[in-house]
């Protein structure tokens, strides 16, 4: 993975921590890529994906 791409998915794990909105993530913790490059995928036409899950 591209350490831009890790980087940014670990701030919005944390910003998520924090209180922010699943929806305004920019990455995607399911996919692990940019949530631009995977909103056509499948799963995200389903709104209840929002919240995504987390490993322990
Ligand atoms: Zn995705």
Same mark, same amino acid.
């Given at each position: 993975?591209?350490?831009?791409? =890790?980087? =940014?998915?670990? %701030?919005? +794990?944390?910003?998520?921590?924090?209180g922010m909105h699943g929806d305004d %993530?920019?990455?995607c913790w399911t996919h692990q890529s940019w949530a631009e490059d995977c909103q056509d995928q499948p799963l995200h036409? +389903?709104?209840s994906v929002s919240h995504y899950t987390r490993p322990a």
């Amino acid at each position: 993975m591209d350490k831009k791409l =890790a980087a =940014a998915i670990q %701030r919005d +794990n944390d910003l998520e921590d924090a209180g922010m909105h699943g929806d305004d %993530r920019q990455t995607c913790w399911t996919h692990q890529s940019w949530a631009e490059d995977c909103q056509d995928q499948p799963l995200h036409t +389903n709104p209840s994906v929002s919240h995504y899950t987390r490993p322990a």
